[in-house]
DNA sequence: AACAAGGTAACACAGTTGTGCTAAAAAGGA
DNA sequence: TCCTTTTTAGCACAACTGTGTTACCTTGTT
């Protein structure tokens, strides 16, 4: 009987304008209004849709996750084990306009959610894709382990642990300063450390 | 004539005043008012050594940094080049409560410079503070290569970066989940970046 | 054509925001 | 003692905040 609209769709739609309001003028400008403004709508409809802000912050929070997650995963393992890897680590740096502004507005909520502690989901939501970006690693440098790829006696573990720090560092880099830190040159740097794991 | 107060003191202990608000409730929450009673003084009294909030946030940002290099100045490069290095990229990182405090404050104040890029002064600042630590694992990278302890044929320049990346990444993961990376972990993994990088 | 439910916009309200302004207090030199 | 300068507190104002409420529009089924 309703008019149909499909509500999902309204709500990522109206996250990604939180997105620009948060990317332009930081976390502290994103009020209900400003992002009804920057959505072009009325607030009211936002509220429709959004019955209070820290729903509105998680959902977002939560929308870039999901799409760094379907990229991941939309990838297709082919090719060789050290190809595979490296094409699954770059999917999950910022080393695209798209990507670059998902990963300002992530640190933007990482930054938020450290304050929320004890009480907050958002912490949890960090802790849970920190995790997920771990067992990534693990799994692929245990994939070329098994491959026989890697050098004998790496502590896999340990390897998994220095290389998401790797990650994480590299990809701040890419976002501070991307003219320093081009897609190419951490293209390279990953694939260099990778070597640095590999059987002579 | 006037009352004596220690005017750079006094500053001091308003922008940390400022950080525990920041970490408290998030940057969102840093208003003049809130930082004020946090102070333990009137809005007015805030308003007298800050005219306006955007100086506030910078001092306070300025402030982080300045910390930092303090420590970081005060190490005493004795014992061999190994130990050194050890000592001063620990220094750079969030091993323990006070640090890491200074750090979830750094995090804000980077996701909110993303923000005002262009105009605001806190996105250079974050460059220059970026820039100084790539310089250190610069330096001492190449004051240990002098020592003879390095293996030769590593492109020093590169390994800098990766090395910086890896300390960066190492910090945000401390300061995540500071149950997993503990100081002692974080430290172990450090070492044995610098082990792989050694002369056999 | 009428209806009922989903969707939209607008207003109200109490509280907070940044900042400008003013008056009082504090304190050491004259 | 008074006086001058620094320091402090408080008020005022317009703008903005999150949220509650209400009335209206839109739409597809009956």
Chains 1, 2 share one sequence.
């Not at 080393?95 to 998902?102: H, K, S, V, Y």
């Not at 067992?135 to 382990?145: I, Q, Y």
């Not at 220095?162 to 880099?173: F, M, Q």
Request: net charge negative; glycine share 6%.
């Amino acid at each position: 009987m309703p008019k149909i609209v499909d509500h999902a769709a309204r709500r990522e739609e109206i996250a990604e304008a939180l997105w620009r309001v948060v990317r332009r003028d930081g976390i502290r400008a994103a009020s209900v209004r400003t992002i009804a403004a920057e959505a072009g709508w009325s607030a009211g409809a936002v509220r429709y849709y959004f019955p209070d802000q820290d729903g509105l912050l998680s959902f977002a929070m939560d929308l870039v996750s999901r799409r760094v997650t379907e990229r991941v995963s939309a990838i297709e393992p082919k090719g060789n084990a050290t190809t595979i890897a490296l094409r699954y680590l770059e999917e999950a740096m910022p080393l695209d306009a798209e990507r670059r502004a998902e990963f300002d507005v992530w640190m933007a909520f990482m930054a938020q959610a450290r304050a929320e502690s004890g009480a907050g989901g958002l912490h949890e939501h960090v802790d849970t894709v920190h995790n997920g970006l771990r067992e990534l690693c693990e799994t692929l440098l245990r994939s070329l382990a098994d491959d026989g790829a890697l050098d004998d006696g790496l502590d896999l573990r340990r390897e998994a642990e220095r290389l998401h720090a790797l990650i994480d560092g590299l990809s701040l880099h890419a976002a501070i300063q991307p003219d320093r830190s081009t897609p190419a040159r951490v293209r390279q740097l990953l694939r260099q450390h990778l070597e640095t794991l590999m059987a002579p």
